[in-house]
């Protein structure tokens, strides 16, 4: 298959990691993975699931205690942590410092996982699909505007998302054909 040997820019192929990440996840509802980045280097993964040691969502059936089934439209106590906040414990867990590293996403922070991006010196937020956080949209919109953290929206090209798709279904390291 002939790619024209393009490369993805650095931030399709971070993008690209996280969405690898996120098949990690053992949520039911919204499988999500984060990459932490810093000078082109990986720091820290993480997709959204149960804490280490804890029963899985998918071993289960469902997230919340007491529901037979995922409803992401309520906002409920979940067992579920964040895939950024799973990132940014690994990080610390490691000794690994986030201080102006910028984070890829394959959903737009939650509030919540925003405020804690912010508090772990992050700068940069890329994010793949939009989350509808409603009311929420100000606070995010104000620490934004102070000047805390960027927050892009990226998307993979089809002809990088099949280059992709392609490196996992078919053997790499192989002569290319020219």
């Given at each position: 298959m002939d790619f024209e040997h393009?490369?993805?820019?650095w931030d399709e192929y971070f993008l690209m990691m996280a969405k690898l990440a996120a098949t990690r996840s053992t949520c039911l509802a919204f499988p999500v993975g984060a990459v932490i980045v810093k000078d082109r280097q990986?720091?820290?993964?993480g997709y959204n699931g149960s804490p280490s040691g804890s029963i899985h969502c998918t071993s289960q059936g469902f997230c919340y205690p007491g529901l037979s089934s995922c409803d992401a439209s309520k906002t409920l106590p979940s067992r579920a942590v964040h895939a950024e906040a799973n990132a940014i414990a690994q990080a610390a867990k490691h000794g690994i410092s986030t201080a102006g590293a910028s984070i890829y996403v394959t959903l737009e922070p939650c509030i919540y996982c925003l405020k804690l991006v912010i508090s772990a010196g992050i700068k940069e937020v890329f994010y793949e699909t939009?989350?509808?956080?409603?009311?929420?949209?100000?606070?995010?919109?104000m620490f934004v505007s102070d000047g805390l953290?960027?927050?892009?929206?990226?998307?993979?090209?089809?002809?990088?998302?099949?280059?992709?798709?392609?490196?996992?279904?078919?053997?790499?390291?192989?002569?290319?054909?020219?």
């Open positions: 393009q490369r993805p820019t990986i720091l820290a993964t939009v989350f509808n956080s409603g009311e929420k949209a100000a606070l995010r919109d953290v960027t927050l892009k929206q990226i998307k993979l090209s089809e002809k990088i998302a099949n280059m992709g798709a392609a490196s996992l279904l078919n053997p790499t390291s192989i002569p290319r054909n020219n």
